[in-house]
């Protein structure tokens, strides 16, 4: 608190006043994360058919990822320690969740689909962080694993990835 403080040019106790707690904060810093990554990865053109879609949200997502790299690891990590956090993240992920659900015509309330596609935004997230350890990343690649895992999670499912 005294750094950001410091860096405001302001007294510890102004912060203190205005934000409450550090979890308060940390909150205030990480929303406009979350809300940028949910509404840039939900920007692709209605227009264009699923598997687009869904490539252009897992792209905006990677490069939301790779230009606050500092943010997206806390996020994955959990929000700091904080539980209120760690609910508002879950939250966006079955937000997301649902959307694609929709898109590719799966009922997110089914079990199965809510496991497979849980695993998949897993994967998903594992597979951005592991890239965020290297300059040399493909964001190719990234999408195109991410593509070839939700596939075959619809295969699992009995869906057709080609109309899904």
Do not use: C, N
Request: hydrophobic share 45%; aromatic share 8%.
């Amino acid at each position: 608190m005294d750094e950001i403080a410091a860096a405001a040019g302001v007294s510890h106790g102004l912060v203190f006043q205005y934000f409450g707690s550090k979890k308060d904060l940390y909150v205030a810093a990480i929303e406009p994360l979350l809300v940028g990554f949910q509404e840039r990865a939900r920007g692709a053109p209605e227009d264009i058919g699923p598997e687009r879609r869904l490539r252009h949200a897992i792209g905006s997502y990677y490069d939301d990822a790779r230009a606050h790299p500092a943010g997206y690891r806390s996020l994955m990590a959990g929000g700091g320690g904080f539980r209120e956090v760690f609910d508002r993240i879950e939250a966006q992920r079955w937000s997301g969740i649902g959307l694609i659900a929709a898109v590719s015509g799966l009922d997110v309330e089914r079990g199965d689909v809510r496991a497979v596609l849980r695993g998949w935004v897993g994967f998903l997230e594992g597979a951005i962080l592991a890239s965020l350890e290297r300059d040399d990343a493909d964001r190719e690649a990234v999408i195109d694993a991410a593509m070839a895992v939700f596939d075959a999670g619809l295969a699992v499912l009995g869906s057709d990835p080609d109309t899904a």
